[in-house]
C-alpha cells in the first residue's frame, strides 16, 4: 500500500509543503474560513460602498478576479473553488439547526436530477443581461447573500450535500470544466477497497469522528470529476491512507460510459445532457451579450416585436440560444451519425453520449471569455482595495486607477485562440474516443465521428468570431485605450 508520505509525482497529496497541507484534517476549514472572511468584506463593500462598479469589491472581485481565477484552476488543477467554496460554512450551519429541528432527511426521488440546477443557468443568465449584474455592486452583494442563505435553508432540511449536487449553478459550472481537468480523487490501489470491510470513505470513520462522502460518491465505483466538490473529507476518513489527487489525462473521462457511483450512467441521463448543453450553449451567449453586434440585434427585435422594454427581446434570444439551436444542432448531427454509422442506437442515445465531446470546446470559449476579462482587469483589485481600506478609515495611498491590465492588448486575441484551439483539439479527441467506445471498430467510429468533427469546428468559427469583435470591459475602467 501506497503512503501519502512516500513522494509520487502523480498525486498531489504527495507533494511536500502542498501535499501536507492539503492532508491535514482542518485545510479545507482554513481556506472557507479566509474566503468567508473576504466574502464578508465583499458583501459590505456592495451593500454600502461605492455603487460604481470599477471601484467596488463586490463587482471587481466577482465578476473579474472570481472568475478568471475560477477557470484557470479548473484548467490546471481541479475543482479547487468547490473545495474552499465559503457557501460551505453556512451549510454547517444548516446541518446544525437540521438536527437541531428533527434530522434532515434525504431528497425526494423525484428531484435527485439536475433540472433545477438548469433552469437557475438558464434564469441567471437572463437576469446578468437584463438586471447588468456586473455593473451593481449591490445587486451582486444580494446575491451572495441568497447564496449564504439558500445553502443554509436547503441543508437545514436535506441530506447529501443537496445544495451543492443539485442547486448550486457555480457547482455545477465547476463539475462540468472539472471534466477537462488534470486531476482527480480516486483510490490508489484497488485491491486495498477490495479487501476493505468498513467502507469509511462513504460511511465515515467512527474512530476519528470524520464523515464520510456527503455526495456519495462510492471511491471504488468513483469515476471522474461530475458532482465532485474535492472536498477530501473521503481522504480524511479512509484509515489506509489509498486515496489520493492524482494526475490523469484530461477529458479522458469522457470517452467512456461506465456506471459511475452516485451518478449512474451518462448515457441514461437527459437532465445531465440538458446540463451540458446549457453550459457549452451558455458560454457563446454569455460572451455574445458583450459585444456590439448584439446591441443591433436586440435594437431589430424590438421594433419587429413592438416592444419598449429589453426583457422579451433577452427572453426571446436567450430561448433560441439556449433551446432551439442547440436542439436543432443536435439533432441534425446525431441524425447525420446514426445515417452515417448505422442505426443501431436511437437519435436520443447518440446526442446523450456524444454531447460531452462539446464539452472541452465550450469550457475553451469560457477561458478565452474569462481570460479577456482577467487580463485587462487583474490589477483592479489593487486600487479597489485601496478605495474600500480608504474608506475604512486605514491609510492604504492614493489608489492607483491606471492599474488594470497584465498582458499588452495585441496580446488578447492570439492568448484567447490559443485557448479555443486546445478547446477544439480536447473536443475532437473525445469525440472519435466516443466513437471507438461507442462503435468499436475503427472505419464506423470514424463517421460517427464526422459530423461532430464538423459541428465542432463551425462552433470554433462562431467562437473565433466573437472573440475578435470589439468585447464590452465590464467592470474596468477604461484609460482611452
Not at 34 to 62: M, R
Request: with cysteine.
Amino acid at each position: 500500500m501506497m503512503s501519502s508520505r512516500s513522494f509520487a509525482p502523480a498525486d498531489l497529496l504527495t507533494w511536500p509543503l502542498i501535499g501536507s497541507f492539503l492532508r491535514w484534517r482542518y485545510a479545507r476549514r482554513t481556506m472557507q474560513a479566509v474566503l468567508l472572511v473576504a466574502t464578508g468584506f465583499i458583501v459590505f463593500d456592495g451593500l454600502l460602498g461605492p455603487q460604481q462598479a470599477p471601484k467596488n469589491l463586490a463587482t471587481v472581485t466577482a465578476w473579474i478576479h472570481y472568475r478568471g481565477l475560477v477557470v484557470l484552476a479548473l484548467l490546471l488543477v481541479g475543482n479547487l473553488f468547490c473545495m474552499a467554496c465559503p457557501f460551505m460554512l453556512p451549510r454547517e450551519v444548516g446541518r446544525w439547526l437540521g438536527r437541531r429541528l428533527g434530522g434532515q432527511v434525504n431528497v425526494p426521488r423525484v428531484l435527485r436530477h439536475k433540472w433545477i440546477a438548469v433552469a437557475l443557468l438558464i434564469l441567471f443568465f437572463i437576469a446578468f443581461e437584463l438586471f447588468n449584474l456586473w455593473a451593481s455592486p449591490w445587486l451582486t452583494a444580494w446575491i451572495i447573500v441568497a447564496y449564504f442563505l439558500s445553502a443554509i435553508v436547503i441543508d437545514t432540511f436535506f441530506r447529501g450535500a443537496a445544495f451543492c449536487k443539485y442547486v448550486c449553478p457555480l457547482g455545477q459550472f465547476n463539475f462540468m470544466g472539472s471534466l477537462a481537468s488534470p486531476t482527480e480523487i480516486r483510490v490508489r490501489q484497488t485491491d486495498v477497497c477490495t479487501a476493505c470491510r468498513t467502507k469509511d470513505c462513504i460511511a465515515g470513520n467512527r474512530q476519528t469522528g470524520q464523515r464520510g462522502c456527503e455526495l456519495w460518491l462510492f471511491q471504488p465505483q468513483k469515476v471522474g470529476n461530475m458532482d465532485c466538490t474535492f472536498c477530501l473529507d473521503c481522504v480524511y476518513a479512509c484509515p489506509r491512507d489509498n486515496i489520493g489527487l492524482t494526475m490523469r489525462l484530461p477529458t479522458a473521462e469522457l470517452w467512456t460510459d461506465p456506471r459511475r457511483s452516485g451518478l449512474g450512467r451518462f448515457t441514461r441521463r437527459w437532465d445531465l445532457a440538458a446540463l451540458m448543453t446549457v453550459l457549452v450553449f451558455g458560454a457563446y451567449l454569455n460572451a455574445f451579450g458583450m459585444i456590439s453586434p448584439v446591441y443591433v440585434l436586440e435594437r431589430q427585435l424590438m421594433a419587429w416585436l413592438n416592444v419598449q422594454t429589453e426583457a422579451p427581446v433577452l427572453l426571446l434570444i436567450f430561448t433560441v440560444g439556449l433551446l432551439v439551436i442547440p436542439a436543432i444542432l443536435l439533432t441534425l448531427t446525431g441524425l447525420a451519425t446514426r445515417w452515417l454509422a448505422g442505426p443501431v442506437e436511437s437519435v436520443g442515445a447518440i446526442i446523450r453520449r456524444f454531447v460531452y465531446a462539446l464539452v472541452p470546446l465550450g469550457f475553451g470559449m469560457w477561458l478565452a471569455h474569462y481570460a479577456f476579462h482577467f487580463l485587462t482587469g487583474a490589477l483592479t483589485l489593487i486600487p479597489v482595495s485601496q478605495s474600500f481600506l480608504n474608506d475604512s478609515g486605514f491609510n492604504a495611498g492614493e489608489p492607483q486607477w491606471q492599474l488594470g491590465p497584465i498582458v499588452p492588448f495585441d496580446w488578447l486575441f492570439p492568448i484567447q485562440a490559443v485557448l479555443l484551439y486546445l478547446g477544439l483539439l480536447g473536443s475532437l479527441v473525445a469525440a472519435f474516443q466516443i466513437g471507438m467506445s461507442q462503435y468499436r471498430r475503427r472505419h464506423i467510429a470514424l463517421r460517427a465521428f464526422i459530423p461532430w468533427a464538423i459541428l465542432l469546428m463551425l462552433m470554433l468559427a462562431a467562437a473565433l468570431w466573437i472573440m475578435f469583435q470589439p468585447m464590452e470591459m465590464r467592470g474596468t475602467i477604461l484609460l482611452g485605450v
